[in-house]
């Protein structure tokens, strides 16, 4: 499975990504994961890298683009890929528009992560 972490803030996407190692080590899986540093940075190189995810976590207040003009970009190309927000600021209107998988609120729960992973592994 391919993974994109997009939060401007790298202690946060490297928690992430550490739980989401911590899930590989329990069930005996491997996942691909990109860490990515802005909204911008994302869409640049899945452009230029012709880069499709299977799941995508993206913070929504960013400094550019916020997490959901980000998720409507990537819809323009790829409506199968599940979207979560992670926001520390509740739900956003312009979630709905991005059909996300979850939104989670900050901070971020190893639970609530092994349940998306399980349930995006389970193709559901």
């Known amino acids: 499975m391919k993974i994109a972490l997009c939060d401007d803030i790298l202690p946060l996407r490297r928690m992430l990504e550490a739980m989401m190692r911590e899930y590989e080590r329990e069930k005996n899986v491997r996942f691909q994961i990109r860490q990515f540093g802005s909204g911008e940075e994302l869409l640049k190189q899945a452009e230029e890298e012709h880069l499709h995810f299977d799941l995508i976590f993206l913070d929504q207040c960013m400094k550019k683009l916020s997490g959901a003009e980000t998720a409507l970009r990537i819809r323009e190309y790829d409506t199968a890929c599940q979207i979560v927000f992670c926001t520390g600021s509740g739900a956003h209107p312009q979630f709905a528009e991005a059909s996300p998988l979850r ?14 992973l399980d349930e995006v592994r389970s193709g559901g």
């Open 103 to 116: 939104i989670l609120e900050k901070p971020i729960d190893m639970e609530d992560i092994y349940v998306i």
